[in-house]
């Protein structure tokens, strides 16, 4: 009953910009941390960004000073600003959330997105 649906990915060149966004929808009653993923093929899956519901961020050492996690509380949405993207950076992004929903009784629980692939090459 609640979702993430991540977009935003695609091709670019290096040194380029892409946003990627996640949507959440649902049941939902309150959101948690917001957090951006991702995973190169051969790799594991590496947390990038990460930004609590009072907005305190956290990011990964390789992607300080050129990615910016935020989020639209409002909008139940979290967005992932990537600036001068390297060749590095290419992987599929996966968005989690901590969502508070309800079936019986409230809960919190993670949900991830199905990832949306980012491309860097010239």
């Known amino acids: 009953q609640v979702q993430l649906v991540e977009s935003g990915g695609g091709l670019v060149q290096p040194g380029g910009s892409l946003r990627l966004s996640c949507v959440a929808s649902?049941?939902?009653?309150?959101?948690?941390?917001m957090g951006w993923y991702r995973q190169a093929p051969g790799s594991q899956r590496e947390l990038v960004a990460l930004?609590?519901?009072?907005?305190?961020?956290n990011y990964a050492d390789t992607v300080k000073g050129r990615f910016t996690i935020s989020r639209d509380n409002s909008k139940n949405t979290a967005y992932l600003q990537m600036n001068s993207l390297e060749p590095e950076d290419a992987a599929v992004y996966y968005c989690?959330?901590?969502?508070?929903?309800?079936?019986?009784?409230?809960?919190?629980?993670?949900?991830w997105g199905q990832g949306t692939q980012v491309t860097v090459s010239s």
């Open positions: 649902g049941r939902i009653f309150g959101i948690n941390d």
């Open positions: 930004i609590t519901s009072g907005g305190n961020t």
């Open positions: 989690k959330a901590d969502i508070r929903t309800m079936a019986v009784v409230l809960y919190t629980k993670s949900y």
